[in-house]
Nanobody, 124 residues
Framework: QVQLVESGGGLVQAGGSLRLSCAAS????????MGWFRQAPGKEREIVAA????????NYADSVKGRFTISRDNAKNTVYLQMNSLKPEDTAVYYC?????????????????WGQGTQVTVSS
């Protein structure tokens, strides 16, 4: 079992930045690929970014490429999402998730463990 706790969400103006963190506990963090997803009201949960176990491989949704950066610190059991140039359409609940396989997946069903989410609201 892996427990995930997100933090760092909040209210920010368009063009601003936020850094989300997801702290993991319970199992060896470096054994899991990690992903950030988001879900806006009335919409399906979608991938934002994912990162391999080592951190050497990443994958981003087209809508955030060039603005968001996913990273991880295996010594601190933490994965991060740096979000720059935020837009109102980035408003959503952001979730981190852990995947026991070696691949960097982009679909929610591939992930085994989920955090409770953190709200990000971008005002225009």
């Amino acid at each position: 079992q892996v427990q995930l706790v997100e933090s760092g969400g909040g209210l920010v103006q368009a063009g601003g930045s936020l850094r989300l963190s997801c702290a993991a506990s319970g199992r060896t963090f470096s054994n899991y690929a990690m992903g950030w997803f988001r879900q806006a009201p009335g919409k399906e949960r979608e991938i934002v970014a994912a990162i391999s176990r080592s951190g050497r491989s990443t994958n981003y949704a087209d809508s955030v490429k060039g603005r968001f950066t996913i990273s991880r610190d295996n010594a601190k059991n933490t994965v991060y999402l740096q979000m720059n140039s935020l837009k109102p359409e980035d408003t959503a609940v952001y979730y981190c998730a852990a995947d026991r396989t070696m691949s960097v997946h982009t679909t929610p069903r591939a992930y085994d463990y989920w955090g409770q989410g953190t709200q990000v609201t971008v005002s225009s």
